[in-house]
């Protein structure tokens, strides 16, 4: 008998007792609380702030002048640029654009300098952007490398209230990463420090109609 | 490297029973001031995560549902989440026990030919030994959770499900970062305060070159879905989404009860887990992944499912509740009983209220520590009170009392068994017996009372024979000059 078949049988004969059907009640909130649009975006700004990350808001002409003025307060030589960035988003004369290829070694992705990707959505309640492997969010892993990120979200397009309203919007079958902030650890002291393995710096660009 | 004392420390195959280990353990002043500082701090910041939701109590209520009604239909989940794994690229094994488990994992990163393994936190691989497993096969198992760092580096087993090293101060961490980096690859910076963010940096430095090197991964997995065959893991440090996506081969070992049905479940968990553990609106990372896809991430992914006991629990209609733990830890950081006994004396990867109805039932309750867990509570319910899947922790440990002092049935190894007795629980089964004696004839007690009040000048300060270990650490009651039932005659027939 294969362990499948085992555990299979196990779990059958554990069941005997027939407990009863379990219905599972959905009347939990939808969101908590009804937003116009812009108080939405205020909400998401305010709560990716609370876990510091650093919020940025520009319209589209003032987006590349933004970005600019960003990788060079950091001094990054590098950044990475995933395949189906717009690409009026960078700067000409600004730092050597590293496009995201599948031969690239892991090492290759540690001497760049800062990433510039979109978003699939952002969560206003969780202060939460998705990314979802789109053409403008590129491979996970360029993303995670360099120690310094650069998200724009459009808004307020891109923005939902809750977990709950999230969840239909995205597709399960591609490789989803939820970023509440950047990385931290609260492992010493139940101290919490920002910025252990992930990028230590998140830089969220709101990007609307000014 | 020196290729010696890999793995963590397993937990000893004889460990002492909870009372014996939890005498040394409140003798620590230092683990004590460690333990109170962080659980008095995350429990005030859970309760204000909370808070903010004011469908908290309905966003428990359908997380409780969707986990009973899996566990209801979990033959037919997990045969729906093999099919939808295995479409979507990855290959599903199934284990029945520990030692399954370690073999199909050893097996895999053989046939990978690597000698090394970057490990996200996994209470599942804890559970089994997988890292002493991989040692015994010249395989290096590299913890990647700062806390499970320190606790592998210090040759330590861990103490709290989400913060493995919660019994070290920062001094203590400094102290180990510096005598045992070396040993494992890039020695600590010199020189190292104790500021934990001196001490987070010691270990992304320690751990980048292992992470960009690594060519085969293991972990856990929070959540599956089997309607989709994705996986869910709860993170915070970034440790998870380098394992999760670099290697080249990812193997998750998960306990066949993670499982959901359906994709939207996780809306549910996605608020309360955060709440619960790190007591966050949300954790910072989140990777959710289904298979393999072209180009990005793993191109091998292999899930073991994990039994170890689990279906054993399930055949326990009050204690399989325990099954539907996410394990959040916001039992442990709400026990008096954890808060001063630390996370060692429950002899358990699981420890606090969760360890003591889990361990006694995944493992059975042969051995004298898992016989004592039942009882490592006070039963105040503060852990009821704030499980976000309401496991009613008190209602399960009277039921494993009972089960350890009278026996009964029980399955183990998917058997159905009598267990007999535990012995030195005849004295406790003696006093009901005689107590039940009594209350069941009025006369033959107030006889009793009235004895016992005559008498009461001679009661003694301690229980002689069997009852003297119920006194050493308990005052007996002084015994009133009247009974009540006397008082209340007397008060009775003389009105004023």
């Known amino acids: 008998m294969s362990s499948k078949d085992r555990i299979l049988g196990r779990i059958r004969r554990a069941l005997r007792d027939d407990a009863p059907a379990v219905e599972v009640p959905r009347d939990y909130l939808h969101a908590h609380g009804s937003r116009t649009p812009a108080e939405r975006v205020d909400l998401l700004a305010a709560h990716l702030a609370e876990y510091r990350a650093v919020v940025h808001r520009t319209d589209e002409a003032g987006l590349p002048p933004l ?51 979109g978003c699939a959505l952002a969560v206003a309640e969780t202060g939460t952007i998705v990314l979802d492997g789109g053409p403008d969010q590129g491979r996970r892993r360029i993303t995670l490398i360099p120690d310094h990120h650069i998200c724009v979200v459009r808004v307020p397009d891109q923005v939902v209230d809750s977990v709950p309203q999230a969840l239909p919007l995205l597709d399960p079958t591609r490789p989803l990463t939820w970023i509440s902030g950047p990385s931290a650890t609260s492992d010493i002291e139940l101290d919490r420090v920002e910025g252990v393995h992930g990028p230590r710096t998140l830089e969220v660009v709101l990007l609307g109609t000014q | 490297m020196t290729g010696t004392h890999l793995g963590m420390p397993a937990f000893p195959a004889v460990a002492p029973a909870f009372p014996a280990a939890a005498r040394e353990a409140v003798r620590d002043e230092v683990l004590r001031a460690n333990l109170r500082h962080a659980t008095h701090t995350i429990r005030d910041k859970r309760r204000r995560a909370v808070a903010e939701l004011a469908d908290w109590d309905r966003l428990r209520a359908a997380g409780k549902a969707v986990k009973d009604h899996t566990l209801r239909h979990l033959d037919r989940y997990l045969l729906q989440l093999d099919a939808a794994v295995t479409a979507a690229g990855g290959t599903v094994h199934w284990a029945a026990d520990a030692d399954e488990a370690n073999r199909i994992v050893t097996d895999l990163v053989r046939a990978t030919g690597e000698r090394e393994v970057v490990k996200v936190k996994s209470m599942a691989t804890q559970e089994i030994g997988l890292n002493e497993a991989l040692e015994e096969a010249g395989i290096a198992a590299y913890e990647t959770d700062l806390a499970e760092l320190i606790v592998q580096l210090g040759h330590d087993r861990p103490s709290h499900i989400l913060v493995p090293a919660i019994h070290r101060n920062r001094a203590e961490i400094r102290d180990i970062f510096r005598a045992e980096m070396g ?102 990372y989140t990777t959710m992944w289904t298979g393999t896809t072209d180009g990005d991430g793993p191109s091998a992914f292999h899930l073991v499912l994990l039994d170890n006991g689990r279906t054993d629990t399930l055949a326990d209609p009050t204690g399989r509740q325990a099954l539907r733990c996410i394990r959040c830890s916001a039992c442990l950081n709400v026990c008096p009983v954890y808060e001063r006994a630390g996370g060692h004396a429950y002899g358990s990867v699981y420890p ?124 007996l009651p002084t015994v009133a000059a009247e009974s009540f039932r006397d008082w209340w005659a007397r008060e009775r027939s003389d009105p004023r």
């Open chain 2, 352 to 475: 606090g209220p969760i360890g003591a109805i889990l361990s006694p039932q995944l493992r059975g309750t042969g051995s004298a520590i898992d016989a004592s867990l039942p009882y490592a509570s006070t039963l105040c319910g503060a852990c009821y009170e704030v499980c976000p899947v309401a496991i009613d922790i008190p209602e399960v440990l009277v039921h494993l009392r009972e089960r350890v002092a009278q026996g009964g049935p029980v399955t183990r190894g998917g058997v159905r068994v009598t267990l007999r007795p535990a012995d030195g629980r005849t004295a406790e089964r003696a006093a009901m017996r005689a107590a039940r004696l009594l209350l069941d004839r009025p006369g033959a007690l107030r006889a009793a009372e009235r004895l016992l009040a005559r008498a009461r000048r001679l009661a003694p300060r301690t229980l002689p024979g069997a009852g003297r270990g119920w006194t050493d650490s308990r005052e």
């Open chain 2, 183 to 284: 040993g494992w690859g890039r020695p600590a910076p010199e020189p190292l305060g104790d500021d934990p963010r001196e001490l987070a940096e010691a270990a992304r430095l320690h751990l980048r070159e292992k992470f960009l090197r690594a060519k085969v991964a293991v972990s856990g997995a929070n959540f599956m879905v089997a309607e989709t065959g994705t996986m869910v893991v709860f993170e915070s440090e970034g440790n998870g989404r380098m394992c999760l996506t670099l290697p080249e081969t990812l193997i998750s070992v998960v306990g066949i009860e993670k499982v959901v049905p359906t994709f939207r479940d996780l809306e549910i968990f996605l608020q309360t887990l955060p709440r619960s553990s790190t007591a966050e609106r949300m954790n910072p």
């Open chain 1, 67 to 117: 970005i600019a003025r960003l990788l060079a307060e950091r001094g990054a030589r590098s950044v990475l640029v995933p395949p189906g960035l717009p690409p009026h988003w960078l700067p000409a004369g600004g730092p050597t654009s590293v496009p995201d290829r599948a031969g690239s070694t892991p090492a290759e992705l540690d001497r760049v300098d800062s990433v510039l990707t």
